[in-house]
């Protein structure tokens, strides 16, 4: 059957990666997000909506903003695809099976919005800014109602209203970078842990990486709004924050009228009441002596920096452009380590990157050893249209790549094991994040160095600071005894 050829061309501005590599360095502009109007306050009443988030904590959050414009309207939430009134995917586009899975759902989902046709379905998040994802749906995924970009969330009430009377699928992709917009609602999914964006974007363009096009320039938000938003957290009782940005080492510089860098907000959140604050991702190049300096004075700033080092080759660094050595990383490693001995790091490591020899996978394994990090997330290296590296020439067979990826995490896991190990007998700070997944009558939380302990205690201790002995280290867990008697409750502000 042949469909009509619509005119999308009212909704779409067209994403551009050419354009989102010549940006400049305009000023960006702090807007406030718009009160939603009355008429609007009532769209949703009686309707659900379901977000299902893909990827990393950038995306999370979002879900947490978008859970908010949802709940003003007057939407409640549902866990269920068959009771929603609209479904949204806020997607991934880091790499090639983060997109298959999306496009599986799409395709899945067209039986669902057959029996229900007023289902609404929308797309969002980073497949949506690329150009061949958002044609791709046009042809293929008819079925879908709404789509939008990254840099246009605070659209959402109109882009919804839009979709609701349009029979049109809508769709609102600015690739402009966007600007910072503040007060946006939203709905935190953990009343314990919260996350809080300090900057937006990616001006780093390693050659692999499509992050930088899907979320534009770096821009950081202004340290009053993000020091009252860690406040705020703090007064309604949250235990822990993370502060979130592609690269936060680089907040601050793209300030025109303030020299105010992340070692200034690090030391500034220190100051506030909050228990723990964590931080991710760091980029080694950014990594400065004074958020080391301040790091080290520790307090709410816990001791775990996630780094990622891609590869322990300086050759295929270069080729990524990470702008750092092999050496220059050691270095960096080697001066956290002596300010801060006790320490984890963690770190992101591609193999398979193209090209990449067997010599230089040997010396990602080396550089692994040498570090001994407590994890590693590690990834086959997959080509993301646009960027630099996908038009590499590659000549290494995926079979060759799957083996390297064993091989970096049969060495990882043992170096896992080997850090926990040593955590035996030792008493550790556990913030009660709630009920074991597995097996209710244990419950599980997090030390200040992000592991996850597991011990049995009566269900009061949720929320709670407790002391946990270690006393059976696995791989990726630790199970332990709880030792004190009266847990730790710790106010905010
Ligand atoms: N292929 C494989 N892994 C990638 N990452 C980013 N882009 C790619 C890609 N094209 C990894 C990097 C990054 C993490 C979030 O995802 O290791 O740090
Ligand atoms: Fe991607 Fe590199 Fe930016 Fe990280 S620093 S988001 S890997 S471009």
């Known amino acids: 059957m042949s469909q009509e050829v619509k005119d999308y061309s009212k909704y779409f501005i067209a994403p551009d990666l050419k354009a989102a590599k010549k940006r400049g360095k305009e000023e960006v502009k702090v807007l406030q997000f718009e009160q939603i109007p ?10 659900k909506y379901l977000i299902q988030t893909y990827g990393c904590q950038m995306n999370v959050h979002d879900s947490e903003t978008i859970a908010g414009i949802f709940e003003q309207m007057g939407y409640t939430a ?164 993370t502060l979130l940005g592609q690269n936060v080492n680089a907040y601050g ?20 009441g909050i228990p723990r604050v964590r931080f991710t991702t760091s980029h080694p190049r950014d990594f400065d002596d004074h958020l080391i300096e301040v790091l080290a004075k520790r307090g709410n700033l816990v001791e ?35 300010a801060i001995p006790d320490v984890v790091l963690t770190t992101d490591i591609i193999v398979g990157f193209p090209g990449e020899t067997d010599e230089q996978f040997e010396e990602t394994l080396s550089l692994v050893k040498e570090v001994e990090y407590d994890s590693a997330f590690t990834f086959i290296y997959s080509p993301r249209e646009g960027t630099p590296a996908a038009k590499m020439k590659d000549d290494i067979p995926m079979e060759v790549k799957k083996e390297r990826l064993k091989r ?27 009920e074991s997944k597995k097996n209710p009558n244990v419950l599980s939380g997090r030390t200040r160095t992000n592991k996850l302990v597991n011990f049995v205690g009566p269900k009061h201790l949720i929320g709670k600071f407790v002391q946990v002995r270690i006393d059976e280290p696995q791989t990726w867990t630790l199970n332990g005894v709880w030792v004190d008697q009266e847990p730790i409750a710790r106010a905010g502000v």
């Open 304 to 338: 775990h920096i996630h780094l990622p080092v891609q590869s322990g080759s300086s050759e295929v660094l270069k080729l990524m452009a990470r702008k750092y050595t092999r050496e220059q990383y050691l270095e960096l490693v080697r001066k956290i380590k002596e």
């Open 408 to 434: 970096l995490n049969d060495l990882q896991n043992e170096i896992s094991r080997k850090k926990n190990e040593a955590l035996r007998g030792q008493v550790v700070e556990v913030l009660v994040e709630g």
């Open 253 to 272: 510089k793209d300030f025109t009228d303030l020299d105010y860098t992340f070692a200034d907000l690090m030391d500034d959140v220190r100051k506030i």
């Open 78 to 241: 549902t866990e269920e695809e068959k009771d929603a009134d609209i479904i949204l995917l806020n997607t991934c586009a880091i790499r090639e099976n983060a997109e298959d899975k999306v496009f599986g759902t799409l395709g899945r989902l067209k039986q669902l919005k057959l029996e229900k046709p007023d289902l609404l379905l929308g797309v969002c998040g980073c497949m949506s800014q690329e150009e061949s994802v958002v044609n791709r749906i046009l042809q293929s995924y008819q079925h879908v109602d709404l789509v939008f970009g990254t840099h246009n969330i605070h659209r959402l009430p109109y882009l919804l209203q839009n979709a609701l009377f349009s029979k049109e699928m809508v769709v609102e992709v600015w690739s402009k970078e966007g600007d910072v917009v503040e007060n946006m609602p939203k709905v935190r999914s953990d009343g314990l842990r919260a996350w809080v964006n300090i900057m937006y974007g990616c001006d780093k363009f390693c050659t692999y990486c499509i992050v930088p096009y899907t979320r534009g320039k770096e821009r950081s938000r202004r340290p009053e709004d993000v020091l009252n938003e860690i406040r705020d957290l703090a007064r309604r009782g949250y235990q822990e924050v």
């Open 38 to 47: 009355e008429n609007m306050r009532q769209v949703g009443k009686g309707k």
